[in-house]
């Protein structure tokens, strides 16, 4: 949580960041009707929040409210920020239904993901200062809240001159984008990059970045009544082809290896028949990263492709990462200082989103949960 109250727990392993079930025991026995006391230390302050918090898992529209949550007194290393902005991804959906790989402890503060301008800083504090915006390092600190008190490590400092949505959209997609680009395959400019999902989240991020590395992308979109104006939007984005799912069974996709090379990576976030047909195209030793299954079909990979092909079928989440990572920080701050870079340059740019007040949670929520939505529920304090 941003008050790191509600440790995310690996529910595979029963492994907790921090203990604390006995803390949320002790304040749920005290807590009154409006107010829940929330708190990492013992010293409560009479500051309160407003934050979208649930207490059992289901239906987000159901278990989902907006509540008043204390605040706990400044520490020595921590920051008082207020939130700014924070979006609602698929994996916080995920979480309130109970279906995530990781989950928080119960009652939890919803959102994963968000910016954050520092008000306060503690006497300890060295990374950070009053006006400095922040987004977390970690997955699970309930961004979905008006103001929190958070140890100075939980969260990383980005620049406060980038736009909002690009600020609170930064810590999962276009990283995921990143790491898949720099982490599989050594990708030249020239190079060719095959995906799925294209016009998601990651899928432009994806775009965006390969294109400011001068790789080229063949982009992958389901057909629709709206596929030209999509193909149009993804090309100005800086797609190099975009194409419809049938299209990979066709002549035409060897029409286009004339004049482009064959991918060394295919990115797929879609999985089953999808997945295998991008499999078909990959070059001799190239690699599938899979970071998404929004078919919820399993990846099949054909023999031939193992055999004669000698391909790579390779999985990425970027929790994982970041965790991987946080005993050195440096490889995440490169991360972010480029993607920083990119945004300023007007290379990278937050995709469509739909700015939505705290209060109207309830739609935005709604929103969110529709299949085939063209713009991201942002919740803006």
């Excluded at 103001?147 to 909002?164: H, K």
């Excluded at 400011?212 to 030209?228: H, L, Q, S, Y």
């Excluded at 993804?234 to 996709?253: D, P, T």
Aim: aromatic fraction near 4%; charged fraction near 20%; charge should be positive.
């Amino acid at each position: 949580m941003w008050v790191p109250l509600h440790a995310v727990c690996l529910r595979s392993q029963r492994v907790c960041r921090r203990s604390v079930a006995a803390a949320v025991s002790q304040c749920f026995r005290h807590r009154d009707a409006s107010v829940s006391h929330f708190s990492h230390s013992a010293g409560l302050s009479a500051q309160t929040c407003k934050a979208l918090v649930y207490r059992t898992h289901g239906d987000p529209s159901r278990v989902v409210q907006l509540e008043g949550v204390e605040l706990p007194s400044l520490g020595a290393k921590d920051v008082l920020v207020k939130v700014l902005a924070a979006p609602i991804n698929p994996s916080d959906i995920n979480m309130i239904q109970g279906t995530y790989a990781i989950l928080p402890d119960l009652p939890a503060v919803g959102g994963n993901e968000g910016v954050a301008q520092v008000v306060e800083v503690g006497s300890q504090v060295k990374s950070l200062k009053t006006g400095d915006w922040v987004i977390p390092k970690d997955a699970g600190l309930g961004t979905w809240r008006t103001q929190a008190v958070l140890p100075e490590e939980d969260v990383i400092s980005v620049p406060n001159d980038i736009p909002l949505v690009s600020a609170a959209t930064l810590g999962v997609n276009p990283c995921t984008a990143f790491r898949m680009l720099s982490d599989f395959e050594d990708l030249k400019p020239g190079d060719s990059v095959i995906q799925n999902a294209a016009n998601s989240g990651v899928g432009q991020a994806v775009i965006q970045i390969a294109a400011a590395r001068g790789i080229n992308t063949i982009n992958v979109i389901r057909d629709r009544p709206e596929f030209t104006e999509l193909s149009d939007k993804l090309k100005a984005i800086g797609a190099s082809h975009v194409i419809k799912e049938e299209a990979l069974r066709k002549h035409e996709i060897k029409e286009l290896f004339k004049t482009c090379p064959k991918p060394k990576l295919a990115l797929n976030g879609v999985g089953g028949k999808s997945a295998t047909e991008l499999l078909r195209h990959l070059q001799i030793g190239g690699s599938m990263v899979t970071y998404g299954g929004m078919s919820k079909q399993p990846v099949t990979v054909p023999v031939s492709a193992l055999i004669f092909k000698d391909v790579k079928v390779r999985g990425f989440w970027v929790t994982q990462w970041k965790r991987d990572h946080s005993h050195d920080g440096r490889a995440f701050r490169a991360m972010l200082d480029e993607l920083c870079s990119l945004i300023k340059q007007g290379k990278l740019t937050a995709p469509a989103c739909t700015e939505v007040g705290l209060q109207q949670y309830h739609a935005a929520l709604d929103t969110a949960m529709q299949p085939f939505i063209s713009t991201k529920q942002v919740l803006v304090m």
